[in-house]
Nanobody, 116 residues
Framework: QVQLVESGGGLVQTGGSLRLSCAAS????????MGWFRQAPGKEREFVAR????????YYADSVKGRFTISRDNAKNTVYLQMNSLKPEDTAVYYC?????????WGQGTQVTVSS
């Protein structure tokens, strides 16, 4: 079983930056593709970014393309999400996800709030 713990969220002004981290324990995440999702109040959880096991294949939601960067450090068992040029509509709880089995594993989430 793998446990995921997100960190790095907080309050930032429009145009600011944050770097989220997702630290894994229990299993090495180098075996899994990893993703970031987010859920804003009253909305469904949505895809943000995905990185393959090797890091060579990366996908982004159109809404964050060019502003967010997903990366991974398999030696540290950690996945990152660098968020630049943040907008109020980026406000959400951000979740890390490890792809394995039928459902994979989710972290508890970290709150990101972007003030206008």
């Amino acid at each position: 079983q793998v446990q995921l713990v997100e960190s790095g969220g907080g309050l930032v002004q429009t145009g600011g930056s944050l770097r989220l981290s997702c630290a894994a324990s229990g299993r090495t995440v180098s075996n899994y593709a990893m993703g970031w999702f987010r859920q804003a109040p009253g909305k469904e959880r949505e895809f943000v970014a995905r990185i393959s096991r090797s890091g060579k294949s990366i996908y982004y939601a159109d809404s964050v393309k060019g502003r967010f960067t997903i990366s991974r450090d398999n030696a540290k068992n950690t996945v990152y999400l660098q968020m630049n040029s943040l907008k109020p509509e980026d406000t959400a709880v951000y979740y890390c996800h490890a792809e394995f089995g039928r459902a994979g594993a989710w972290g508890q989430g970290t709150q990101v709030t972007v003030s206008s």
